[in-house]
T-cell receptor, first 115, second 111 residues
Framework: EPEVTQTPSHQVTQMGQEVILRCVPI?????FYWYRQILGQKVEFLVS????????KSEIFDDQFSVERPDGSNFTLKIRSTKLEDSAMYFC?????????????FGPGTRLTVL | ELKVEQNPLFLSMQEGKNYTIYCNYS?????LYWYRQDPGKSLESLFV?????AVKQEGRLMASLDTKARLSTLHITAAVHDLSATYFC???????????FGTGTRLKVLA
């Protein structure tokens, strides 16, 4: 069964450093998403991506963040100059998007720890 | 702006008992999803509810959607320890593809 994969599973970085989180969405899906979950809290939407551009972003997704689909399979989230409060679990998701099928499928997550 | 609330936030229950988790949302939507999350793990899809009056059941869990009341319920029948987890509802925001998640309900089933 196709699934969303994410690497690395855990990333530790120093405050101020740049990190890139990687995702491989399900191959025939058209819409891609990033969400984050601060420990013990709810899951929050960051950004959605379609047709090689951002389709929607939340207030959290400021200039510190960027997304890219560098090739036909990967979808990345870059966080520039990380802050302590960026420590969270980051989930990638993808959806088919055709017709009424909007169900999102989530990856296993990347736990980001900023020291 | 779409807001999604769940209650209760915490639920401790005895094995064999029944209980219901509620998910209320503030604006129109006809897409609602339930997920289970074990500690440190990803989101496991439980139910997809896409129309008013939709009811789905899997094992000891049953979910329903009332779009007019903007309410979904997740009913647990004869709880067992293995159901201990955090349960999230997520609402598909109208006119967009994003999900807005509820606050989560941390369920602990005591043997």
């Amino acid at each position: 069964e196709p699934e969303v994969t994410q690497t690395p599973s855990h990333q530790v970085t120093q405050m101020g450093q740049e990190v890139i989180l990687r995702c491989v969405p399900i191959s025939n899906h058209l819409y891609f998403y990033w969400y984050r979950q601060i420990l013990g809290q709810k899951v929050e939407f960051l950004v959605s991506f379609y047709n090689n551009e951002i389709s929607e972003k939340s207030e959290i997704f400021d200039d510190q963040f960027s997304v890219e689909r560098p090739d036909g399979s990967n979808f990345t989230l870059k966080i520039r100059s990380t802050k302590l409060e960026d420590s969270a679990m980051y989930f990638c998701a993808s959806s088919d998007g055709r017709g009424s099928n909007l169900e999102q499928f989530f990856g296993p997550g990347t736990r980001l720890t900023v020291l | 702006e779409l807001k999604v609330e769940q209650n209760p936030l915490f639920l401790s229950m005895q094995e064999g008992k029944n209980y219901t988790i509620y998910c209320n949302y503030s604006t129109t939507s006809d897409r609602l999803y339930w997920y289970r999350q074990d500690p440190g793990k990803s989101l496991e899809s439980l139910f997809v509810l896409l129309s008013n009056g939709a009811v789905k059941q899997e094992g000891r869990l049953m979910a329903s959607l009332d779009t007019k009341a903007r309410l979904s319920t997740l009913h647990i029948t004869a709880a067992v320890h293995d159901l201990s987890a955090t349960y999230f509802c997520a609402v598909g925001a109208a006119g967009t593809y994003k999900y807005i998640f509820g606050t989560g309900t941390r369920l602990k089933v005591l043997a």
